[in-house]
């Protein structure tokens, strides 16, 4: 929240407005990332197939106000999707097998892709 009004890139935003950074602007910025919106997960991996960290991936944030939970919460979504994989293959729901566009959601606290069906066989 600022603590008095601040200028800055011609706004002025008043004493007492709260701010949220933008990381979904990060994440889809084209000047760092070729079609931000395709899913393309080997965009994270060098030419030997190992995975390379980016500076520009931070959905906790950076600075002194990031993410205190980030640690236990790559713990608990490690363990969690690598569970499922274990234990089930998921395929489109025959009844909807179009999925969702992965750039089409509702924008709230987060960017949400609209709720679909999907089938999970025990492996
Ligand atoms: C996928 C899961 C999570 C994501 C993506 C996430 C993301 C974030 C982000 C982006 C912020 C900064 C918000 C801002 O701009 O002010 C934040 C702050 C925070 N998160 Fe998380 N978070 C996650 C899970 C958790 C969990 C599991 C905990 C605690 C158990 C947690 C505790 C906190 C706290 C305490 C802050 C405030 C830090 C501060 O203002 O100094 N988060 N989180």
New binding site residues.
């Given amino acids: 929240m600022t603590t008095q009004t601040v200028n800055f890139a011609n706004y002025v935003i008043p004493k007492g407005t709260t701010i949220?950074?933008n990381?979904w602007a990060v994440h889809n910025d084209p000047d760092v990332w070729d079609e931000p919106s395709k899913f393309k997960p080997e965009r994270h991996l060098d030419d030997k197939g190992n995975f390379v960290q980016s500076k520009h991936v931070?959905?906790?944030?950076v600075g002194?106000?990031?993410?205190?939970?980030?640690q236990?919460?790559?713990m608990?979504?490690f363990i969690f999707l690598v569970s499922m994989v274990q234990k089930f293959e998921f395929l489109p729901d025959p009844n909807e097998p179009d999925l969702p566009e992965i750039d089409d959601g509702v924008i709230g606290n987060?960017f949400f892709p609209y709720p679909f069906n999907f089938v999970a066989n025990e492996i």
């Fill in positions: 949220v950074a990381l931070i959905p906790f944030s002194p106000r990031h993410c205190l939970g980030e236990l919460a790559r608990k979504i987060g």
